[in-house]
């Protein structure tokens, strides 16, 4: 199993406040993403990153920012969160030249 | 915009009938993966199908991939309630790329 761990697991915090999400890696993999999963949505691409300082957004990247300065570390931030970003965050890696992708365990953020 | 639907959204069954999903798209796909996920746990990776037509096996699992590469469906033979779970598809169009994935289907499996 990829080593992929994610930080904090669970969040409440409230309007306006700026939150990070931590996605770590063991495995030195080149690619990393971020998702949001929401009922009847499956998941959907946030940002994701090719390397070190590399990134580009996903499909719903609007209120999200990342950062990616060593290559086990992934970012998600939320610079003033809304409740619309109420939702669970996965972290995924990719091995370099793979098309599997393997997700670590999500991050439950409420926003009240 | 690539879009991927799966049907159907919701299966409740009992054990040992056997079910299909589907994953359709108009768009052509390099290659097509099907996850499960657990409550609370990531989605984990069950298969990857890379060429038109391709069929894989895992147990009592039968993945298809369509001729076309825009279609796949996941076929299990005497459903368990050990199967039951969140089921997704994704596609990508290039090796390392973008994941589409589809809404899911919610698996329900009744001793």
């Known amino acids: ?14 309007t306006g406040t ?14 990393m993403y ?13 940002h994701y990153s090719y390397g070190v300082k590399d990134t580009d957004k996903g499909e719903v990247s609007d209120g999200y920012s990342v950062s990616r300065s ?3 570390d992934f970012l998600l ?14 972290c995924a890696i990719s091995f370099s030249g793979s098309y599997e992708q393997y997700f670590g365990p999500g991050t439950r953020l409420t926003v009240t | 915009t690539q879009l991927l639907e799966q049907s159907p959204q919701f299966l409740s069954i009992q054990e040992g009938e056997n079910l299909t ?27 990857t199908v890379v060429t038109g ?12 991939f369509g001729d076309a590469r825009k279609d796949s469906s996941l076929h299990i033979t005497a459903a368990q309630p050990g199967d039951t779970g ?11 790329g973008k994941l589409i994935f589809g809404q899911g289907t919610e698996l329900s499996v009744k001793p």
């Open chain 1, 1 to 14: 199993d990829a080593g992929i761990t994610q930080s904090p697991r669970h969040k409440v915090t409230e």
């Open chain 1, 18 to 31: 700026p939150v990070t999400l931590r996605c770590h890696q063991t495995e030195n993999h080149r690619y």
């Open chain 1, 34 to 46: 971020w998702y949001r999963q929401d009922p009847g949505h499956g998941l959907r691409l946030i």
């Open chain 1, 70 to 72: 060593k290559t086990e």
């Open chain 1, 77 to 90: 931030t939320l610079e003033s969160a809304t409740s619309s970003q109420t939702s669970v965050y996965f």
């Open chain 2, 21 to 47: 999903v589907y994953c359709n798209s108009s768009s052509v796909f390099s290659s097509l993966q099907w996850y499960r996920q657990e409550p609370g746990e990531g989605p984990v990776l069950l298969v």
């Open chain 2, 53 to 64: 037509g391709e069929v894989k096996k895992l147990k009592r699992l039968t993945f298809q």
């Open chain 2, 86 to 96: 969140l089921y997704l598809c994704a596609g990508t169009y290039n090796q390392g």
